[in-house]
């Protein structure tokens, strides 16, 4: 945090509480914040809070913008220096602070129950046997906790109850795809032209129709 303290020459009365970025000062109503005061421009100076401190710049004011008795067109502001601006005195507070930023905890899965047949159970009912397996969260499931999601024009998607990530059968639970018609009628027929190939057996000679 940071404030510029007014001490007493009018036009303000409250800190001024600097906001990360660039805070305008001025006496102009259209400023971040208004000091109402005649030795003060209506775009007076920008004060710049960041990671690096603070930073005064003047725009070009009537009066001027000093620090410490210094006038200045842009320069750093320490805490405990004096920012005067016009004949309005403020002095910088800054208090130290740091960004912390927590370290990432990968989660821990609770561990997967089993049925005395060595089968999974679902996360949420240890009773019954898990059916369906989260690609994010990788948490096992029943039937009747998947949530379903039908698409029009597509296929239903079947969601985690957890983190709503897409689920997939396991393979012990996972059925054959079901064959055309068609490609039973090919089978058939690939079965008949072998019975054919096979009835000339190596080392027999196939009689010859009379008129060949």
Same mark, same amino acid.
């Given at each position: 945090?940071?404030?510029?303290?007014?001490?007493?020459?009018?036009?303000?009365?409250?800190?001024?509480?600097?906001?990360?970025?660039?805070?305008?000062?001025?006496?102009?109503?259209?400023?971040?914040?208004?000091?109402? !005061?005649?030795? =003060? @421009? &209506?775009? !007076?100076?920008?004060?710049?809070?960041?990671?690096?401190?603070?930073?005064?710049?003047?725009?070009?004011?009537?009066?001027?913008?000093? =620090?410490?008795?210094?006038?200045?067109?842009?320069?750093?502001?320490? @805490?405990?220096?004096?920012?005067?601006?016009? @004949?309005?005195?403020?002095?910088?507070?800054? &208090?130290?602070?740091?960004?912390?930023?927590?370290?990432?905890?990968?989660?821990?899965?609770?561990?997967?129950?089993?049925?005395? $047949?060595?089968?999974?159970?679902?996360?949420?009912?240890?009773?019954?046997?898990?059916?369906?397996?989260?690609?994010?969260?990788?948490?096992?499931?029943?039937?009747?906790?998947? !949530?379903?999601?039908?698409?029009?024009?597509?296929?239903?998607?079947?969601?985690?109850?957890?983190?709503?990530? $897409?689920?997939? =059968?396991?393979?012990?639970?996972?059925?054959?795809?079901?064959?055309?018609?068609?490609?039973?009628?090919?089978?058939?027929?690939?079965?008949?032209?072998?019975?054919?190939?096979?009835?000339?057996?190596?080392?027999?000679?196939?009689?010859?129709?009379?008129?060949?």
């Amino acid at each position: 945090m940071a404030k510029l303290i007014p001490q007493g020459q009018g036009g303000v009365t409250e800190p001024i509480e600097l906001r990360l970025g660039v805070n305008r000062i001025g006496r102009g109503p259209h400023n971040d914040f208004s000091i109402d !005061h005649f030795t =003060v @421009s &209506a775009l !007076h100076c920008e004060v710049k809070l960041d990671g690096d401190g603070i930073t005064v710049k003047d725009l070009g004011s009537t009066n001027g913008t000093y =620090v410490d008795g210094q006038l200045v067109q842009t320069s750093g502001l320490q @805490s405990g220096q004096r920012l005067r601006l016009g @004949s309005v005195e403020l002095i910088a507070e800054v &208090a130290d602070f740091q960004v912390s930023i927590p370290e990432y905890q990968k989660p821990v899965l609770p561990p997967m129950l089993k049925t005395v $047949t060595g089968k999974s159970v679902c996360l949420k009912h240890d009773f019954r046997p898990a059916v369906w397996k989260c690609s994010r969260c990788q948490h096992l499931f029943c039937t009747p906790c998947i !949530h379903r999601m039908r698409r029009r024009g597509g296929k239903t998607l079947y969601l985690c109850p957890e983190c709503s990530g $897409t689920c997939e =059968v396991l393979p012990e639970f996972a059925q054959q795809p079901k064959r055309s018609w068609l490609g039973v009628v090919k089978d058939k027929l690939n079965v008949t032209k072998l019975m054919k190939l096979t009835r000339v057996l190596p080392g027999r000679k196939v009689k010859k129709k009379e008129g060949e």
